[in-house]
């Protein structure tokens, strides 16, 4: 059974920082392609960003381009989303994805490309 658990939300003033954590099990981590999207209050789930099997290639949302970096460590089996100058309209829960089978260098921003989902972690920016 495949598991995607998100860590490390919380309330950051504006132009503060916070990393997100997704911890994953039940599949194999090192073939899987991820990202990272969030849900604001009231709108759609949106793209935020993604990470290739290796980590080579990563691709960003261009609102948050220069401000978040997505990585990952597939001997932890996590990635993660280093978000620094947070605004207010960063306040989302974000949620971690996982593409199981992914081509190597691929990465992908449309979430009907991906297999599983975590249950989200709830980021607040206060101004």
């Known amino acids: 059974q495949v598991q995607l658990v998100e860590s490390g939300g919380g309330l950051v003033q504006a132009g503060g920082s916070l990393r997100v954590s997704c911890s994953a099990s039940?599949?194999?981590?090192?073939?899987?392609?991820m990202g990272w999207f969030r849900q604001p209050p009231g709108k759609e789930r949106e793209f935020v960003a993604a990470?290739?099997?290796?980590?080579?290639?990563?691709r960003y949302v261009d609102s948050v381009k220069g401000r978040f970096t997505i990585s990952r460590d597939n001997a932890k089996n996590t990635v993660y989303l280093q978000m620094n100058s947070l605004k207010p309209e960063d306040t989302a829960v974000y949620y971690c994805?996982?593409?199981?089978?992914?081509?190597?260098?691929?990465?992908?921003?449309?979430?009907?490309?991906?297999?599983?989902w975590g249950q989200g972690t709830q980021v607040t920016v206060s101004s």
């Open positions: 994805a996982a593409e199981a089978s992914a081509p190597s260098f691929y990465t992908f921003s449309a979430a009907r490309q991906y297999d599983y």
């Open positions: 039940g599949l194999t981590f090192s073939s899987a392609a």
């Open positions: 990470i290739s099997r290796a980590g080579i290639n990563t």
